[in-house]
Structure formats: structure tokens, C-alpha cells
């Protein structure tokens, strides 16, 4: 056999290609020449290099004066810091050279000191009088700046400080230059900057001072030649009205308004309605059915007509518009609005679709992106729209234009009304029923943002769409939404299947609501299973949380208890006993959530003890999130009851104290107990002498026998008290040794506890005491001495009840001493510890 020719477009190594490669390599290497250029020679680097015993003013100086334009802007960029530490040097060294740099500025420098300028103002690090007196000058000195974005920003600035400035200050520093700023003689820049200072300053003077001084300026813009002063004045409109008052607003704003909204600027007649729009509310019933009413009806009818940014303003202003306007309309002016806003709805639908968008022009892409904005301004405004036609008229009238907007091709208008689909049924109220089928169209959009802005309010619709609608019966009412239950499971599962884990974390929250809505055999059958699934399979540590928790609600509102006790076993046996670590974590997470949602009692009965098993899990990380929880596994022990629970409790505390080997799961178990204790001691100090009176109290004999021989450690070596004094110094002696021995004990000899370290005080089983031996978390000074000494009956290696939901066999904490046991010599003196 032959070997198969070489394909066409196989790689050729003949030398011709070898020469074309080379060229490609060098082509590579002339586009990496810049990026090695761009590298500081070492000459530029001294010019950079600054010295560092210079103070921050001194640096700031120096870098302003010899320094390059980066570190110039960066020592703008700092000045807010330098006002803050050192105002006057600030002021008096570094703002002259910020002046004198300026002059020259580039755009970048420009734009960090007006953000600078700003902040010191905000943050009020000097006076405003200091700051009239240093910073306004400079400010106004930019506002002209060629820059329009550099002008912009200055202007910013000059705004904000507008609303700080005393009103003499307003007057002779920014007012009085204003007038002949607003000139016909001046640039346009400059006249648009006037209009933005002069909307900012008018509630800042009294009537008298505006009626001579500001609207005579008010009307010269309003007038001018060009239309973008003309439209940037009338936008200032409505903070004018707000500062002048109704009877001016009436007189003098109204008539320009109704002027500008002839003009033929497009733009200055968008900017006429929206301000007559935001103005409604402070022009009565007659002016606006006589005077408004007629130009919102011209402007509607020539909208079509106009360019569709007109249309876009429009939509998005028909809410405040019908709210601003109702019960001024007649019936029949009431229908053609209506039907106006229904025409918007579907504006852009009539035309063809399925072309291929490459084919498309250009002007008619950009066409159909404005109907689109157009439509989802009419699903935000739907809302408005019900309360114009009444609820009640809603089926009749608005019920088609709402199935429109749910089935849009597009996404963002979908989005909208999935956002207004609470409001709407709010509005609805009884009538909620009428939008079941657009719940179900929108819980199966096969856009995951549209499911996110729905989900939002989700478990309020559910309890509408449950409460609502014509029956009495919740039963009824169910049993309309037949696809409810399919669409949810469906609705997850499309999340799931997605990379957006927020928005299913956020669904599997919102799914805590299905126990009001539906039974809980519906839930039982077809949630809570797939939410343990997902805990035990889900690999967003968030998303298993979640569905951690409403697995929880879920088991909380069962009241069937053979499920309940199935789910029970399966979180205990398939989680708490589950041979993947990250199953064990999850149900220590279980746990948490069970405390927070169900009773004391149920932890503790079915919970309690496989949670505490995990103090024998062969994983750090699951004994040290165990640890984290012991605080609040503890809290839901009731004693006496569960007193057995608290030994088993404290029996896993001792275990950890002595034979973790972990460093960090040992570190926190110390720390809670050295909480634990501090907290008791602030809380509960106690002397000596209530130490051993509370000794005296217990249930042993007051006195002891005279038979005890008592060692005592001295130069005489023992004795034998014979008296009543003596025998009151030898228990003094006793109560010091270990009240010393309990309340000073250090928790880093507990890692010695193992080799049999040395222990200062008498055994614990004498004479009664043997009770102590059982330690009560709540009883922390007997804690540290009986971790360390572990008595036989608490063996550090004694194992826990196997059984998750039983008892056990719990030891009797009276075995290790009672008042049969012989008396023993209790020993003061130190032993040595074995090697």
C-alpha cells in the first residue's frame, strides 16, 4: 500500500514556508518593540525617585513643582487626605501650586481635582467660609474649560457647593457674574452653564430678589437663539417653580412652557412636556383640563409623526401622566387616550419578522430598539394604566394589552412586566385569577432574568393567587392553577441547569412559601425530595444552603409522621452519617437550621446525638465546624430533663480538651471554654470564703470524721488536728489549694493530660465530692481539673451510644464517688508526674 497523498492545506516545511514563518516571527517581535520601549530607562527612573524623609506637604510640594503630570494628578488625587491631616499647610503651601498647575492641566488632572475639590467639600475638612475663600475662585475660573467633560465636572462641583454657600457669598461671587455670563455675547457653553447654576440657585434667595434679579434672566434664556439653551433652560423649569412658588410658577412658568412646547426644536418641545408633566401637581383643576389637557392631546397625536425618542419620553411619562390627569378627561377624550396607550403597547409588532439582522439596514435596527424601549415603558406603566381604567374594567380592557406584554419576543419588556406582576396583582385583588395562565407563562420564560425579576415577589403573588379570586375555599382556588406546581419543578430545574446560581439560590428561598400555598402531600411528593437531592448532589455551597433550609420549612409544616420520621432518617443516615465529608458539613449546616425553625425538645430528641457523634469524624474540618455549633447545641438542652444529654455533651468536650490532635479544632474548643468561663466569672464572681460555703453546703457531712488523717504539707510534716480551730485552718488550707488549682489552671497543660501530668490538689472522690467528677458545662471551675485527671468513669476513650435516636446507656454520674465510699487520705502535697 502507498501512503495517502498530503492533504491541500497540510502543513508545509518546504523553504519557502520556513521563510514565510520567519517573516510571522518578526511581525510578532515589531509588535512586542513598543512594549519594551514603554519600560523606564534608569535615568528616568531617578527623575521618579523622590526623597523619603520628606514630609507628605513637603512631597506634595516638590511633586507639584519639578514632578511629572502623573505625579501631579496623583498628588491632586491625595489632596482630600492632606486637607484631613494638615488644613492650613494644605492651604497655605500646596493649594497656590495646585493653582498654578491648572493653567496647564491636561484633561486627566483637570478631572481629579474637580472630584477632589468635591470631596474636601463632603467631607467638610475645612470651614465654608475658608472654603469660599480658597477654593470658588478656581472653581469658577474651569468652568468654561474647553473640555466639555472637564466643564462638566467643575460644574458639578460648583453645584454642590451652591447648596452649602451663604446666601451674601451666592449673591456677589456667582449671581451678579451671572448676568452677564447669560449674554447673547457669551458662548453657548457658557450660557448652558448659567441655565444649570441659576435652576441650582433660586431657592435660595427670596421671592423679591428672584422676581427682580433671576426670572428676567429666566426668560432671556428661555428665548435664545439656540435651541439647546432654549432646551437646557427649560429643563431648570421645574426647580424654578419649586423655589418661586404656586402664584410665579402660574404667571410666569406656565406661559413660557406653554410657549416651548410650540417650538420647533424637537427636543425643546420634549423637554416643555416632561417638565408640564412633573409640574402637574402644583397647577389646579382648570389649568390643567383648560391649559395642559389641550397640549398633552396635541402632543400625543403628533408623536407618531415625530422622531421616536418623543414616542420613548412619552411612554415612559403615561403613569404620572393619567395620575396627574384623572377626572379631568371626558369619556370620550378617557377611550382615546386609552386606546393610544394600547397602540404603544404593541408598537413595532406589525412588522415582519425572522429576518436575518445582518440584512437588515442599520436605521431600521435602530428603529426597532426605540419600539422596544417604547413597550417596555408601557409594561412599567401598566400598573398606572389599571387604576385608570379601574380594576374592575380590567378584563374588559386591559386584559389582552397584559397577555401582549407577557408573550413579548423580547426580553426586556418581559423582564418589566415580571417585575409589575405583583403590583398588578395587588390591584387585581379579587380579580387575581384573570392572570393565572401569565403566572404560568412567566414562570416558564425561557429567559432566566425574566424568572429572577418574578421570583422576587413570588411568595406574596402565590398567597394572592390562594387567597384570592371568587371562592372561599383555598381548595378552589388551587385547584385553578393545575400547571402551578409543574412549572415551579420546572422553573428549578432550568435554573439549576444554569451558571446563574444566584438565581437559583434565590428561587430554592422564595420555594419556604409552598407549605401556605399548596398541601403537604403536593410538597412532599414533589419538592422536598429534590431539595435533598440537591444537598447532597449541588456543588454551590450557597444553593445547598438554601435548599438546606427550606428542606427544613418543609419538614416543619408536615404533620404526616411517617414522612416526617422517613426524611429524618434519610438527613441523619444519608447526611450526618454519609461517607463524604462534604455531606457531614452540610448536615451540621441541617442542624443549625432545625434550631432556628423547630422546638428544643425536637432537636434534642432526634438530632442531639448524631450531632455530637461527630466529635469522633475522622475530618478536621467537621469537628471544627461541630465546635462552632456546640455553643448552640447546648442552648437547647433543658435541664433536668435533659441532663443525660448534658453528659454526653460534656463527655465529647473532655474528649476533644484531651485528645484532639488538630491545632485549630483544639484552639477553638479552648477558646469557647475560656469564654465560657470569663463570662461567669464577670457575671458571677465569687470569693473564697462564698467558694466554700457553697463547699459546706452540699450534700456531704459538715464536718469530717475524725479518723481522716489529714496531710499538710509544712516543716513538721503531718498532723493530726485535735481541734476545732485546727480543723477549720486545715479546711481553709484545702479551700485555698483548690480554689487555686480551679480558678488559675492554664489550658495548655491540657495537651499533657495524656502522659499523667502532676495535679495539685486532693482526689476528687473524697468524702463526697466524689460528684464533682461529672462536670456541668455551666460549672466551668471544676472544668480544666477534671479534664486533665479524666477519673475512670469518664474515660477519655469511652465511646459514645451508637444509636442516632436513642438514649444510650448514660453513665451515672454518682458512680465514681457517694457517702459509702471509704474515707481516703486526701494529699496536699505535689506528686511527681512519671516520665
Avoid at 255 to 265: A, F, K, M, N
Avoid at 357 to 381: D, G, H, M, T, W
Avoid at 582 to 589: A, G, P, V
Amino acid at each position: 500500500m502507498h501512503p495517502p497523498p498530503p492533504a491541500a492545506d497540510a502543513m508545509d516545511f518546504s523553504q519557502n514556508s520556513l521563510f514565510g514563518y520567519m517573516e510571522d516571527l518578526q511581525e510578532l517581535t515589531i509588535i512586542e518593540r513598543p512594549v519594551r520601549r514603554s519600560l523606564k530607562t534608569p535615568e528616568e527612573i531617578e527623575r521618579l525617585t523622590v526623597d523619603e524623609d520628606l514630609s507628605d506637604i513637603e512631597r506634595a510640594v516638590y511633586l507639584l513643582s519639578a514632578g511629572q503630570d502623573i505625579q501631579g494628578t496623583s498628588v491632586i488625587a491625595n489632596l482630600p487626605f492632606l486637607a484631613r491631616q494638615n488644613p492650613a499647610e494644605t492651604l497655605r503651601r500646596v493649594l497656590p501650586k495646585v493653582r498654578e498647575v491648572l493653567h496647564v492641566a491636561g484633561v486627566e488632572m483637570q478631572l481629579t481635582a474637580a472630584v477632589s475639590f468635591r470631596t474636601i467639600l463632603q467631607e467638610e475638612s475645612v470651614s465654608i467660609h475658608t472654603y469660599a475663600h480658597s477654593f470658588l475662585q478656581v472653581i469658577l475660573l474651569h468652568l468654561e474649560h474647553r473640555d466639555a467633560g472637564v466643564s462638566n465636572a467643575w460644574l458639578e462641583t460648583l453645584l454642590s457647593v451652591i447648596e452649602v454657600l451663604p446666601k451674601e457669598t451666592l449673591k456677589h461671587e456667582i449671581l451678579n457674574p451671572l448676568v452677564s455670563k447669560a449674554q447673547l455675547s457669551q458662548t453657548v457653553q457658557s450660557r448652558l452653564v448659567s441655565c444649570k447654576i441659576l435652576g441650582k440657585m433660586t431657592n435660595k434667595f427670596d421671592a423679591h430678589t428672584i422676581k427682580r434679579e433671576i426670572l428676567p434672566l429666566v426668560k432671556s434664556l428661555c428665548q435664545d437663539v439656540e435651541y439647546e439653551v432654549r432646551s437646557c433652560m427649560c429643563r431648570q423649569l421645574e426647580n424654578i417653580a419649586q423655589g418661586i412658588g404656586t402664584e410665579l410658577t402660574k404667571s410666569v412658568v406656565l406661559p413660557e412652557l406653554i410657549e416651548l412646547s410650540r417650538d420647533e426644536g424637537s427636543s425643546v418641545r420634549l423637554a416643555a412636556f416632561e417638565t408640564l408633566v412633573n409640574l402637574l401637581d402644583v397647577f389646579d383643576t382648570d389649568d390643567r383640563s383648560q391649559t395642559i389637557l389641550p397640549l398633552v392631546k396635541s402632543f400625543c397625536e403628533k408623536s407618531f409623526k415625530a422622531d421616536e425618542s418623543i414616542l420613548i419620553s412619552l411612554s415612559f411619562h403615561l403613569g404620572k401622566l393619567c395620575h396627574g390627569l384623572y377626572g379631568i378627561f371626558t369619556p370620550d377624550q378617557h377611550l382615546r387616550f386609552l386606546e393610544f396607550y394600547k397602540k404603544l403597547c404593541t408598537l413595532g409588532l406589525q412588522q415582519e419578522n425572522g429576518h436575518n439582522e445582518n440584512q437588515i439596514p442599520p436605521q431600521i435596527l435602530e428603529q426597532e430598539k426605540k419600539y422596544i424601549s417604547v413597550r417596555k415603558n408601557c409594561a412599567y406603566n401598566f400598573p398606572a394604566m389599571i387604576v385608570f381604567v379601574d380594576p374592575k374594567n380590567f378584563h374588559m380592557e386591559l386584559y389582552s394589552t397584559f397577555f401582549c406584554l407577557c408573550h413579548d419576543p423580547e426580553v426586556p419588556v418581559r423582564y418589566t412586566i415580571a417585575i409589575c406582576f405583583y403590583e398588578v396583582s395587588k390591584l387585581l385583588n379579587s380579580g387575581v385569577y384573570l392572570i393565572h395562565k401569565e403566572l404560568i407563562t412567566l414562570l416558564q420564560d425561557e429567559s432566566l432574568e425574566v424568572l429572577d425579576a418574578l421570583i422576587d415577589h413570588l411568595p406574596e403573588i402565590l398567597e394572592l393567587m390562594s387567597t384570592g379570586g371568587e371562592s372561599s375555599v383555598q381548595e378552589n382556588k388551587l385547584s385553578s392553577l393545575p400547571d402551578l406546581i409543574p412549572a415551579l419543578t420546572a422553573a428549578e430545574q432550568r435554573a439549576a441547569a444554569s451558571l446563574k446560581w444566584r438565581t437559583h439560590e434565590k428561587l430554592l428561598q422564595k420555594y419556604a412559601c409552598l407549605p401556605h400555598v399548596i398541601s403537604s402531600d403536593q410538597i412532599y411528593y414533589r419538592f422536598l425530595q429534590r431539595m435533598f437531592t440537591i444537598v447532597m448532589t449541588n456543588n454551590v455551597l450557597p444553593v445547598q444552603k438554601a435548599a438546606s433550609r427550606t428542606l427544613c420549612i418543609f419538614l416543619r409544616y408536615n404533620r404526616k409522621q411517617e414522612q416526617r420520621h422517613e426524611v429524618i432518617q434519610k438527613l441523619i443516615e444519608q447526611l450526618g452519617q454519609g461517607k463524604s465529608y462534604w455531606n457531614r458539613l452540610r448536615f451540621l449546616d441541617t442542624c443549625e437550621f432545625i434550631i432556628e425553625i423547630f422546638s428544643k425538645s425536637f432537636f434534642c430528641k432526634y438530632f442531639f446525638l448524631p450531632a455530637i457523634e461527630l466529635t469522633h469524624d475522622p475530618v478536621a474540618n467537621v469537628r471544627m465546624k461541630l465546635c462552632y455549633l456546640l455553643p448552640k447545641v447546648k442552648s437547647t438542652l433543658k435541664i433536668p430533663a435533659d441532663k443525660h444529654l448534658l453528659q454526653q455533651l460534656e463527655m465529647c468536650v473532655r474528649k476533644l480538651l484531651c485528645q484532639e490532635k488538630d491545632k485549630d479544632v483544639l484552639a477553638i474548643v479552648k477558646r469557647e471554654q475560656l469564654e465560657k468561663e470569663k463570662q461567669q466569672s464577670d457575671g458571677r464572681p465569687m470569693s473564697e470564703k462564698s467558694f466554700e460555703k457553697k463547699r459546706r453546703d452540699t450534700k456531704t457531712p459538715t464536718t469530717l470524721p475524725k479518723s481522716i488523717p489529714i496531710s499538710v504539707p509544712g516543716p513538721s510534716g503531718t498532723s493530726t488536728p485535735s481541734t476545732s480551730k485546727e480543723i477549720k485552718k486545715s479546711k481553709l488550707i484545702r479551700s485555698q489549694s483548690f480554689n487555686n488549682q480551679a480558678f488559675h489552671a492554664k489550658y495548655g497543660n491540657l495537651d499533657k493530660c495524656a502522659s499523667k501530668s502532676s495535679t495539685v490538689g486532693y482526689t476528687p472522690s473524697v468524702s463526697g465530692l466524689g460528684k464533682t467528677s461529672v462536670v456541668s458545662l455551666t460549672d466551668d471551675s471544676f472544668r480544666t481539673r477534671n479534664a486533665c485527671s479524666a477519673p475512670t468513669t469518664f474515660s477519655p476513650n469511652a465511646s459514645l451510644p451508637g444509636t442516632s435516636r436513642g438514649t444510650g446507656n448514660s453513665v451515672d454520674p454518682k458512680s465514681s464517688g457517694s457517702k459509702e465510699t471509704p474515707p481516703r487520705k486526701a494529699t496536699l502535697k505535689s506528686r511527681k508526674s512519671n516520665p
